[in-house]
């Protein structure tokens, strides 16, 4: 299975452009799309669930021309959005079945085998008699994972699922999509790097618009490997050093200091120290050279 997209383009009414010319290629497993807000991210998660059409380019996945056959890809879509709605006073079990049957499940025996599944794939089962309204945020948001899991669908979308969620509830939540990761095509968009980086085997950075850099999370950080340097200033310094270094990230210490990271591929001056970089440096590297 694989999700082609080629020359993408969308401008809204207002002028603002939200997908510039973008190519893209995700195989089956986790792919992470991470980029800050007003990056494109929704544009392009809603272009690909067929809720919108581009201005140009063209989308295939598995053998469907996306643009030309948005219902062939609806019967095998599951699209978790970043405001999953308004719940009526009902069950998870009772909706979940409404659901099922909204998604075409007739036979009652298979809707109540497909509810149960889904229910303990997302660690509700024993919350299953209480009322969705009633969840916490990370609880609605596994009942969001339950509700598209019902039609067995070969492409996840879940934009920004981990937004608001508290610690616990994102650890909860994370651990549903790695279990589901392995056997389907899950893109999973956000501006939280950490997402990225516990979860999912390929990524891309998208700006603009754009797509900035792409490959294995392994890979990326490797393509900085003795080019990222680090020294600990005082905060009334940060703008000199901004100035005169090529400042990626600022970090406060516990004595009100500051740790600065720079990119650059040899030492800044002797003050600096050679650090190990993480994918939050290749993310800070890759938006500011598309300033």
Not at 95 to 103: H, I, P, R, S, T
Not at 235 to 244: A, C, M, P, Q, V
Not at 247 to 272: C, G, M, R, W
Request: contains cysteine; hydrophobic residues 35%.
């Amino acid at each position: 299975m694989k999700l082609q997209i080629k020359g993408l383009s969308k401008t809204y009414k207002n002028g603002v452009k939200a997908l510039d010319n973008l190519n893209l290629e995700i195989g089956s497993g986790m792919f992470g799309l991470l980029g800050p807000n007003g990056a494109g991210k929704s544009s392009l998660m809603r272009t690909i669930a067929t809720l919108q059409k581009p201005d140009s380019g063209s989308i295939e996945f598995d053998g469907i021309n996306i643009l030309e056959n948005n219902l062939e890809l609806r019967k095998i879509l599951g699209y978790l959005p970043q405001e999953f709605g308004v719940y009526p006073n009902m069950s998870a079990e009772k909706l979940l079945d409404y659901f099922a049957q909204l998604k075409g499940i007739g036979i009652k025996s298979e809707r109540r085998e497909i509810v149960k599944k889904v229910l303990e794939v997302t660690n509700l089962y024993e919350h299953r008699t209480k009322s969705v309204s009633g969840y916490s945020g990370g609880m609605k948001q596994r009942f969001g994972i339950a509700q598209l899991l019902l039609n067995n669908p070969k492409l996840i979308i879940v934009d920004e699922p981990t937004a608001g969620l508290d610690p616990a509830e994102r650890h909860r939540f994370l651990n549903v999509l790695r279990e589901i990761g392995t056997n389907h095509t899950v893109i999973f968009s956000t501006h939280i790097v950490d997402d990225v980086k516990e979860l999912c085997h390929t990524m891309a950075i998208l700006n603009g618009g754009k797509i900035l850099a792409q490959g294995t999370p392994e890979e990326a950080v490797a393509t900085l490997n003795g080019l990222i340097w680090t020294k600990v200033i005082e905060r009334t310094d940060l703008e000199t050093y901004e100035r005169n270094f090529n400042v990626i990230s600022s970090k406060y210490n516990q004595d009100n200091t500051l740790n600065i990271k720079v990119h650059s591929i040899s030492a800044p001056d002797e003050t600096f120290v050679s650090a190990q970089p993480q994918l939050e440096d290749v993310y800070f590297v890759a938006l500011k050279n598309d300033q």
